[in-house]
């Protein structure tokens, strides 16, 4: 069952379209992901679904609320982790987390909140002495403290270590599993594919695909490659002749095959009965990213 649904958002700024017809359905308990490039329009949807912005056309709807109209309701259910926040900068660490408890008939037990994301050395710090990261910590705390059925995470990473990023990865799927949805706007395609059930990605104020990770990449014409340095030269009919080869390359003695598991299973039997050696030989899988660039490809430049 969808708890969030978005359709035809529309939303310009100075008779310039940013949000140009969105529409997307987000199912309870999943995280699913906003992908795209700088101005493709992610947060500018994320704040109208939030109730920040109003939109110029189109139906939000957030566990049954319209931001615009049941705002008052959306906040006891809705917790936000902003790309840009601030707070006063003399409210220490564990007074910014006693004052957002207070909001909240139910919260959850700030000390564990604090203590999982690396917080209970800094409660007594100020928030103009935080570093960026432990900033971002301290927001992703106060997104989570209402224990809110849909929380938005909008560049949930920024600024944090190797180590904190993984921590942090491993406390949002813990969020996911005890039922809360999870909004992800992010530009790591690492977090993306770790995290995320699906992927919206966006493009010029709409959405170019929308499909599970997996199912992203299967898309992207990279496939899994194949690139190796024959003991001698391969005869053209048999290379035409591989199962699902998308392209193949020929350059400076190397070659560079797209295809599929298929193909790699192809082309080291065809290697075999020609008794050919394969120098250098190098198999690896399409990623993320391979399938965002080529997505968001501006094919008119």
């Known amino acids: 069952m969808a708890i969030i649904e978005v359709n035809g958002l529309r939303k310009a700024y100075g008779g310039r379209p940013v949000v140009d017809g969105v529409s997307f ?35 939000v709807c957030v566990a049954g609320f319209d931001p615009r109209t049941g705002r008052d309701e959306l906040t006891r259910i809705l917790g936000v982790q902003l790309q840009e926040s601030e707070l006063q900068e003399k409210l220490t660490v564990r007074e910014a987390l006693e004052l957002y408890s207070a909001f909240y008939p139910d919260p ?30 301290l927001f992703i705390a106060l997104a989570l403290i209402g224990r809110p059925r849909v929380v938005v995470l909008d560049e949930l990473t920024t600024g944090l270590d190797p ?8 406390l949002i799927e813990e969020v996911r599993d005890s039922g809360v949805t ?42 899994t ?22 392209t193949i390359e020929r350059r400076n003695g190397h070659l560079t095959i797209h ?27 399409s990623t993320l990213d391979d399938a965002f660039l080529e997505l968001t490809e501006d094919r008119e430049n």
């Open 163 to 170: 180590r904190a990023r993984r921590d942090t990865w491993k």
């Open 259 to 285: 295809g599929t598991d298929t193909t790699v299973n192809a082309v080291i039997s065809l290697l075999a009965r020609r008794q050919i050696t394969a120098h250098q030989l190098r198999v690896t899988d």
């Open 108 to 137: 959850a037990g700030w000390r564990e909140l604090a203590e999982r994301l690396g917080l209970t050395g800094k409660l007594t710090t100020r928030f103009g002495k935080l570093s960026g990261g432990q900033k971002q910590r």
């Open 25 to 59: 359905a987000v199912e309870e308990g999943e995280i699913f992901g906003i992908l795209g490039p700088n101005g493709a329009g992610k947060t500018t949807t994320v704040e109208c679904l939030e109730g920040l912005r109003e939109p110029d056309a189109g139906a």
């Open 182 to 223: 999870v909004l992800l706007v992010t530009h790591f395609m690492e977090e993306a594919q770790r995290l995320c059930d699906r992927i919206a990605v966006f493009k010029q104020g709409r959405v170019a695909a929308l499909d599970t990770p997996s199912g992203l990449i299967r898309r992207s014409a990279g496939g």
């Open 225 to 246: 490659v194949i690139s190796f340095a024959p003991s001698r030269s391969l005869d053209d009919g048999d290379l035409a002749e591989l199962p699902d080869a998308q």
